[in-house]
């Protein structure tokens, strides 16, 4: 069974792959990028690194909005981790825990259907990315 980091992005909890180093971190500076909304939000700085910072409450299904939110950035936190091969941190609402979860069938879909909530398919993501930043 592979384990996952429970993360809530908004309304929906969602269950992130724990594959390799992630880091929890608060969210800091961000600077924007031309036409990266709303999926790429800018770029932030990680451990002294450039990092890109994705927005992943526009893929998911709308249950609620922060109210707390301003300027497209309505989450204090962020995961940091490998997306085929680079480092990209995820905007977070509330980091729940780590759980152990049933292996999913293969699939192209963005969310994968698990008991216990969605898990993210890293893949399908960055197909996602790559689709918005090309159109």
Known sequence: MPDALLVRIQGTRLALPL????????????????????????????????????????????????????????????????????RVALLVSEVLGVTSLPTPAPSAALLIDLPGGPLLNPSALLLELRDSLER
Not at 25 to 54: D, F, S
């Open 19 to 86: 594959s390799g180093e992630q880091t929890i971190a608060e969210l800091g500076p961000v600077a924007p990028l031309p036409n990266g909304e709303p999926l790429l939000l800018g770029l932030t700085t990680v451990q002294g690194r450039a990092v890109p910072l994705v927005n992943l409450a526009p893929l998911l299904p709308s249950t609620e909005t922060d109210p707390d939110g301003a300027g497209g950035m309505p989450d204090g936190l962020m995961v940091l981790t490998d997306l085929d091969g680079d």
